[in-house]
């Protein structure tokens, strides 16, 4: 399955507030395999889908409601999620070099056996998430807010940690 290149042209003109209608909501689907560089999802919406093998390059989800969706086996290189809001969502095995989190809202998803190396955490939440055997090294932290939390082999070398906060975390950088 694959979002076509009309719905996504719709769903960019109706972010941009020229047209009613275009918003990109999916529900229940499979992606395998796709390959997007560049495109914009942003403030679309997605419940309980499953990215497996997909490759997100320089896209954005900025905006977006993501709830109950997988990623594994993928790669998300330059991706945004400036503010948007994950919930149950799991990560797998994924690539996620250099992703923006910017004032993004992630509750209670997993993060395992994947690389957040240079991704940016400015103004997120965090809240009841799972890191498992998950490389930090170089994410610049900086503001960021993890409350209950659980980080289990996780590794932050050169991590910018400047204000951030960890309460009532396990396992957190010392």
Same mark, same amino acid.
């Given at each position: 399955?694959?979002?076509?290149?009309?719905?996504?042209?719709?769903?960019?003109?109706?972010?941009?507030?020229?047209?009613?209608?275009?918003?990109?909501?999916?529900?229940?689907?499979?992606?395998?395999?796709?390959?997007?560089?560049?495109?914009?999802?942003?403030?679309?919406?997605?419940?309980?889908?499953?990215?497996?093998?997909?490759?997100?390059?320089?896209?954005?989800?900025?905006?977006?409601?993501?709830?109950?969706?997988?990623?594994?086996?993928?790669?998300?290189?330059?991706?945004? /999620? #400036?503010?948007? !809001?994950?919930?149950? $969502?799991? *990560?797998?095995?994924? &690539? @996620?070099?250099?992703?923006? +989190?910017?004032?993004?809202?992630?509750?209670?998803?997993?993060?395992?056996?994947?690389?957040?190396?240079?991704?940016?955490?400015?103004?997120?939440?965090?809240?009841?998430?799972?890191?498992?055997?998950?490389?930090?090294?170089?994410?610049?932290?900086?503001?960021?807010? /993890? #409350?209950?939390? !659980?980080?289990?082999? $996780?590794? *932050?070398?050169?991590? &910018? @940690?400047?204000?951030?906060? +960890?309460?009532?975390?396990?396992?957190?950088?010392?």
């Amino acid at each position: 399955m694959s979002i076509d290149g009309r719905a996504m042209q719709q769903h960019w003109r109706w972010s941009k507030g020229y047209e009613s209608v275009g918003r990109i909501e999916r529900r229940d689907r499979v992606y395998q395999g796709l390959i997007m560089a560049g495109g914009t999802l942003e403030r679309s919406v997605f419940h309980t889908c499953s990215f497996d093998r997909v490759t997100l390059s320089g896209g954005s989800l900025g905006g977006a409601e993501l709830t109950d969706c997988s990623w594994s086996n993928g790669v998300m290189e330059l991706t945004s /999620f #400036e503010g948007a !809001t994950l919930t149950g $969502c799991r *990560f797998t095995a994924t &690539r @996620l070099l250099r992703a923006h +989190f910017f004032d993004a809202t992630v509750q209670d998803c997993a993060f395992r056996d994947l690389t957040l190396a240079r991704s940016q955490w400015k103004g997120a939440v965090a809240l009841r998430c799972v890191f498992e055997r998950v490389c930090l090294d170089l994410a610049f932290l900086q503001g960021a807010r /993890f #409350e209950h939390c !659980t980080f289990v082999d $996780c590794t *932050f070398a050169d991590a &910018r @940690l400047e204000d951030v906060s +960890f309460d009532a975390c396990i396992g957190q950088p010392t």
